[in-house]
């Protein structure tokens, strides 16, 4: 990070958008908003928006929660009160109240940049950059707010690559060979190409850099215009667009990779195939995505936990993972692991056997269970015997089964199975 970046950093605030509730990975958001899901072992989903945001240089921090937030607050409470007042740091938690009127919900994504305008304008910081709480990347966003200010833009928008036809689902912008975004279209069935690479477009990441007092005019300006619908996507970007100067920043220029990640990484793990795949794929022998870089660390709220233990040692009763990630807190006594990630505290009973198996916090297997291809969430208690994964038909009655023969696996589901 140069001078020039580092400070422009400093002169940030970042407002994190985490009150969503990511309808898309059901059971596992009923009691806990999509920021706060569990991942990588030990972080929750937001910890990867706060880190990179601490790792640029930005110490001044607002978390906008809505849905089910209490889990995310308490998270942040234990994991993040590390941000000190006499550094000039601060992390802000701020659920929708009243506060401007007789409605206290946040309508949309600007609406909970409005409501808390004079919250943020009292920190005086030059710029601000709106983020999504609900990715896994690693970005130094310094560089960002370098591009924002060298551009003279009204609105900095970061961009992922992607190819082209597959941003169907994103919004996708259209640029110049300068990085202006001449057009901005919201799942478009043609999306546009990225200039010289007419098999790439640029999707938008749900991150943008302004100044403060530039975007605190323009959401006054729209507030009372016809159809506003209080989102930065749906509303403010277009009318910049339209009105103003936009300019796209790559994900590539300012993505954080070692030596082991080929290419950037971002990953949306809102739905239960891709929030299995991406845990399943950190345990590849060489990962997209590098949980082990200090120099870019991954901060959250650690449990003090014991090491992990594997015991027993006989024919068909053997503790040992091949290929899995296992973490603090967990005993795998007498069981077979194979391209599983366990979270903190679970344990594993004997001559039970695991493949492809995602088991979040004190999750509890039973002796001879047989496993393939689950997400468990926090707590669940797998009664002896159970065998999931081997008949599609049989699981689907039982548990949420996806498309791609993912189960999710809870514990009303299990306690149904006596019924």
């Not at 070692?258 to 809102?270: A, F, H, Q, S």
Request: proline content about 4%; aromatic content about 8%.
């Amino acid at each position: 990070m140069d001078n020039e970046s580092q400070r422009l950093a400093q002169q940030t605030m970042a407002f994190v958008l985490a009150g969503g509730r990511g309808s898309r990975l059901y059971e596992l958001t009923d009691i806990r908003a999509k920021p706060a899901m569990y991942f990588g072992g030990k972080s929750r989903i937001i910890d990867f928006a706060l880190s990179n945001a601490v790792n640029s240089g930005i110490k001044r921090i607002g978390v906008a929660t809505q849905y089910k937030a209490h889990s995310l607050i308490r998270h942040l409470q234990r994991g993040w009160s590390f941000m000190r007042a006499e550094r000039n740091e601060s992390l802000d938690i701020l659920p929708a109240s009243q506060q401007m009127d007789n409605e206290n919900w946040y309508k949309g994504t600007a609406d909970a940049v409005m409501q808390n305008i004079e919250i943020i304008r009292g920190y005086g910081p030059k710029y601000i950059m709106i983020l999504a709480g609900d990715h896994i990347y690693k970005q130094d966003y310094s560089l960002m707010i370098k591009h924002h200010k060298e551009s003279g833009a009204d609105v900095t928008v970061g961009c992922i690559e992607v190819p082209r036809m597959e941003a169907k689902g994103f919004g996708v912008m259209k640029v110049d060979e300068t990085d202006k975004i001449l057009d901005f279209v919201e799942k478009p069935a043609d999306p546009p190409a990225m200039p010289g690479h007419p098999d790439m477009a640029l999707a938008s990441m749900g991150i943008y850099v302004f100044e403060t007092e530039y975007l605190a005019k323009m959401l006054k300006k729209l507030s009372g215009k016809e159809g506003y619908g209080h989102d930065f996507g749906g509303d403010i970007i277009p009318e910049i667009v339209a009105t103003g100067k936009a300019i796209a920043h790559p994900f590539s220029r300012s993505c954080v990779r070692t030596g082991l990640e080929e290419k950037p990484y971002w990953r949306d793990v809102g739905t239960v195939d891709a929030f299995w795949q991406a845990n399943v794929d950190l345990t590849d022998f060489k990962p997209e995505l590098d949980l082990y870089d200090n120099t870019w660390p991954i901060w959250t709220y650690s449990e003090l936990t014991a090491p992990a233990k594997f015991i027993h040692n006989e024919e068909g009763r053997r503790g040992h993972a091949v290929s899995s990630m296992v973490s603090g807190g967990c005993i795998i006594s007498g069981s077979t692991l194979n391209q599983c990630f366990l979270f903190t505290g679970v344990r594993t009973h004997s001559y039970s056997e695991l493949q492809g198996v995602v088991a979040m916090p004190y999750v509890d297997i039973g002796r001879k269970a047989r496993l393939k291809d689950v997400v468990i969430d926090r707590g669940v208690k797998i009664p002896a015997g159970l065998v999931v994964g081997e008949n599609a038909e049989l699981d689907a009655k039982r548990f949420r089964r996806t498309e791609n023969g993912v189960c999710l696996i809870t514990q009303p589901m299990i306690e149904k199975l006596g019924t």
